[in-house]
C-alpha cells in the first residue's frame, strides 16, 4: 500500500504535469513530473469521474494553462501574433512560456522577456522585424503600466536661469521610452489594429518616442538628431553633455531649434524635473 | 461582531471590466458596488488605476483576488500582500477577498485556480494562511469555493464540509459562488442542495453569479454567458438560508455592453424578493 504524498510533493508534481509543453501524457510521463509521483500512481492521486479517467481530468488543467498563457501574451503582442500567425504564434508561447514560465501574481508582465527571448529565437521567420515589433508593443505596456508623475511646468522653468542650463539635467516621466528601430513597426501595428492593409516591413530605421500623456499611450516618430539629443537626457546627462552627442550629425543644432524641441517636449509632459548645480 | 464581521448588505453589483470603462465615466449608472480584480490594478499608474479611483469616490468597491495563492505550499508574499493591503486602503475596499485554492508553487504561477485535496493536513495549513493573511490585512479575508474540474483520492471531507470549518477555525468570511457549486456538482457528482445547506449562512459575506460551458462530459466555468434558470434557482435557495447579501454577477468573457450585464445582474432582485417561497417549491425547481 502506497502513502499518500505530501501536499508539497502533489502541488510540485501537478505543477509540472499542468505546465509542461506537449500532451498531458508526455507531462505525467517527464521526468520532473515522475520525480514527484509515477505516472502509473495517476489513479491513487486523482480520481476519474463519472464521464472522465483521471488524465483526461488533469488535461482540462493542462490545456488551459497554454490558452491562458497564449491569451494573455496575444492581448499584450497583437503585432506579434498577427505577423507570425495562429499557429506560429501558439508555438512561440509554448516555448517562451517554459523558459520564462510566469513567477508574478500579474499576468501583466508575462510577456517581459518576449522582444529577448524572439531576438534569440530559432525557427520562426522574419526574426529581426519580429524582435523590433516584440520590444515595440513591450514598450507600449510599460509605458501603459508606469507610474504616473507630476510634470514639469512652465514656471518652474522660468526660475531657471540662463547661465545654469548647460548644466541642467531633466527628470524624464517613468511613461516613457525612446526605441531605435530597423523596421516600421509602428505603422504596422497601426494597420493591424485598424484591420487594414499593411507594408511589408521593409528595412526603414525609425526613431521612436512611446510615452503617456494625459492617460493615453502616444508614439511619435523622431528624427535620428532629436532622438539622440532626448536619449541623452533621458540617460541623465547635463544638457550640455547631450548636446555634445549631436555633434557628429549634421545639420548643426541651432539654439532656435533647441528652444523648439524643449517647447514640444514639454508641451507633451516627458519631463517631471530638472536639477542644476544651483539646485 | 457577528460571524459576517458586520460587512454590509451592498446590494446587487457587477464586475468592473476594462471595455466598460468609457460607459461607466459617461453615464455614471445607477450601480449599487463595484468588484474590481485585485491583480489588473496592483501596478499600473495609468488608466486603469485612475479609473479605479473616480469610481471609488461614487461607488463601494469590493478587492476580489486570483493570486493569493492561499493553499500553497510556497510561502506567502509579503510583497503582494502590501500592494493589496495599500490598494484597500486607497481604494477603501469594504472588504478583500480571493479563492479556497493554490495557483502556483516553487515561486511559479499557472494563474489558474488549481484545485486543493480536502483532508486534515490541508485544512490545518490553510486555516493558519488565513489567519495570517487577515491578521497582516488587518481585515477578515473573505475567501470563495472554486470551480473544480478534478478531485483528489486523498480528501477525507466533502468541499463544503472543508468550507465550513476552515470558516469557523480560521474565523474568515465566505464568497459563496453559485456558480461555482453548480460546476463542481456537474463534474463530481455532489448533491447542489445538499452542498448550500452545508455552508454555515452566518459566514456568507457574499454571493457570485455567472455562466458557464457545458461540454457534455464536463462543465468549465467560463463567465461568458448569462446565467443558467438552475443556478438562478439555487442562488434563491441559498438566499433564503442566509437573507440577502451582497450579490454580484461576473462576466469574464464574451462581454456584452454595460447594459447587457447590468440587466443581468439586476435579475438577482427577483430572487432576493421571492426567497420567502417554501423550501419544497424551491427544492422541486432545482
Given at each position: 500500500m502506497h502513502s499518500e504524498p505530501a501536499l508539497d510533493r502533489v502541488q510540485r508534481w501537478m505543477l509540472e504535469v499542468v505546465t509542461r509543453p506537449g500532451s498531458v501524457r508526455d507531462a505525467l510521463e517527464s521526468e520532473p513530473a515522475r520525480r514527484e509521483i509515477a505516472a502509473d500512481r495517476l489513479g491513487d492521486v486523482i480520481l476519474p469521474s463519472a464521464t472522465l479517467s483521471s488524465e483526461r481530468r488533469i488535461a482540462i488543467y493542462h490545456d488551459m494553462y497554454l490558452w491562458r498563457m497564449v491569451e494573455a501574451l496575444e492581448f499584450d503582442y497583437p503585432g506579434v501574433a498577427h505577423l507570425l500567425g495562429h499557429s506560429r504564434f501558439h508555438r512561440l508561447v509554448e516555448r517562451y512560456v517554459a523558459a520564462f514560465p510566469s513567477r508574478s501574481y500579474t499576468l501583466n508582465r508575462l510577456g517581459d522577456h518576449l522582444p529577448q527571448y524572439i531576438a534569440s529565437a530559432s525557427g520562426f521567420p522574419r526574426r529581426a522585424a519580429l524582435a523590433d515589433l516584440a520590444r515595440f508593443e513591450l514598450a507600449i505596456t510599460q509605458v501603459f503600466d508606469a507610474p504616473g508623475d507630476e510634470l514639469l511646468d512652465g514656471d518652474t522653468i522660468a526660475t531657471i536661469a540662463p547661465e545654469a542650463w548647460p548644466e541642467a539635467r531633466f527628470q524624464a516621466i517613468h511613461a516613457m521610452r525612446l526605441l531605435r528601430l530597423d523596421y516600421p513597426v509602428d505603422d504596422y501595428l497601426q494597420a493591424v489594429k485598424r484591420n487594414e492593409a499593411h507594408g511589408s516591413l521593409r528595412k526603414n530605421p525609425r526613431f521612436l518616442l512611446v510615452f503617456r500623456n494625459e492617460l493615453s499611450v502616444r508614439q511619435v516618430a523622431l528624427s535620428k538628431r532629436e532622438w539622440t539629443l532626448l536619449s541623452a537626457l533621458h540617460e541623465g546627462l547635463t544638457l550640455s553633455d547631450a548636446v555634445e552627442r549631436l555633434a557628429p550629425l549634421r545639420p548643426s543644432l541651432s539654439e532656435t531649434e533647441l528652444f523648439a524641441w524643449f517647447r514640444d517636449w514639454t508641451r507633451m509632459g516627458l519631463f517631471a524635473g530638472i536639477t542644476t548645480v544651483r539646485g | 461582531?457577528?460571524?459576517?464581521?458586520?460587512?454590509?448588505?451592498?446590494?446587487?453589483?457587477?464586475?468592473?471590466?476594462?471595455?466598460?470603462?468609457?460607459?461607466?465615466?459617461?453615464?455614471?449608472?445607477?450601480?449599487?458596488?463595484?468588484?474590481?480584480?485585485?491583480?489588473?490594478?496592483?501596478?499600473?499608474?495609468?488608466?486603469?488605476?485612475?479609473?479605479?479611483?473616480?469610481?471609488?469616490?461614487?461607488?463601494?468597491?469590493?478587492?476580489?483576488?486570483?493570486?493569493?495563492?492561499?493553499?500553497?505550499?510556497?510561502?506567502?508574499?509579503?510583497?503582494?500582500?502590501?500592494?493589496?493591503?495599500?490598494?484597500?486602503?486607497?481604494?477603501?475596499?469594504?472588504?478583500?477577498?480571493?479563492?479556497?485554492?493554490?495557483?502556483?508553487?516553487?515561486?511559479?504561477?499557472?494563474?489558474?485556480?488549481?484545485?486543493?485535496?480536502?483532508?486534515?493536513?490541508?485544512?490545518?495549513?490553510?486555516?493558519?494562511?488565513?489567519?495570517?493573511?487577515?491578521?497582516?490585512?488587518?481585515?477578515?479575508?473573505?475567501?470563495?469555493?472554486?470551480?473544480?474540474?478534478?478531485?483528489?483520492?486523498?480528501?477525507?471531507?466533502?468541499?463544503?464540509?472543508?468550507?465550513?470549518?476552515?470558516?469557523?477555525?480560521?474565523?474568515?468570511?465566505?464568497?459563496?459562488?453559485?456558480?461555482?457549486?453548480?460546476?463542481?456538482?456537474?463534474?463530481?457528482?455532489?448533491?447542489?442542495?445538499?452542498?448550500?445547506?452545508a455552508i454555515p449562512a452566518d459566514r456568507v459575506v457574499q454571493y457570485h453569479l455567472a455562466g458557464h460551458t457545458n461540454n457534455g462530459t464536463h462543465i468549465i466555468d467560463t463567465h461568458d454567458d448569462h446565467v443558467i434558470d438552475e443556478v438562478w434557482n439555487l442562488y434563491q435557495h441559498a438566499v433564503g438560508r442566509t437573507g440577502s447579501v451582497s450579490t454580484l454577477l461576473e462576466w469574464d468573457a464574451n462581454i456584452p455592453s454595460f447594459d447587457v450585464v447590468h440587466a443581468e445582474a439586476r435579475k438577482a432582485l427577483r430572487y432576493r424578493d421571492a426567497r420567502a417561497r417554501p423550501e419544497s417549491e424551491v427544492a422541486g425547481a432545482l
Open positions: - | 461582531m457577528n460571524k459576517r464581521f458586520d460587512l454590509p448588505d451592498l446590494g446587487i453589483g457587477i464586475g468592473l471590466r476594462t471595455t466598460h470603462f468609457s460607459h461607466i465615466l459617461a453615464t455614471w449608472p445607477e450601480v449599487d458596488w463595484f468588484e474590481a480584480l485585485t491583480e489588473n490594478f496592483l501596478d499600473t499608474g495609468g488608466r486603469p488605476a485612475w479609473v479605479l479611483d473616480r469610481v471609488a469616490e461614487r461607488y463601494p468597491i469590493v478587492l476580489h483576488g486570483v493570486s493569493l495563492s492561499i493553499g500553497s505550499t510556497d510561502p506567502l508574499d509579503f510583497n503582494y500582500l502590501a500592494k493589496v493591503k495599500a490598494l484597500a486602503s486607497r481604494t477603501r475596499a469594504v472588504w478583500v477577498s480571493d479563492h479556497l485554492c493554490w495557483t502556483g508553487v516553487s515561486g511559479r504561477n499557472t494563474h489558474d485556480l488549481l484545485p486543493l485535496p480536502y483532508d486534515e493536513a490541508t485544512l490545518r495549513h490553510v486555516a493558519t494562511r488565513v489567519r495570517e493573511v487577515s491578521d497582516y490585512l488587518e481585515r477578515p479575508l473573505v475567501l470563495e469555493n472554486p470551480s473544480s474540474y478534478l478531485e483528489f483520492a486523498r480528501s477525507s471531507m466533502p468541499e463544503h464540509e472543508f468550507l465550513a470549518r476552515l470558516a469557523n477555525e480560521a474565523d474568515c468570511g465566505l464568497l459563496l459562488d453559485v456558480n461555482n457549486v453548480y460546476v463542481s456538482s456537474f463534474n463530481h457528482g455532489f448533491d447542489l442542495v445538499a452542498y448550500i445547506d
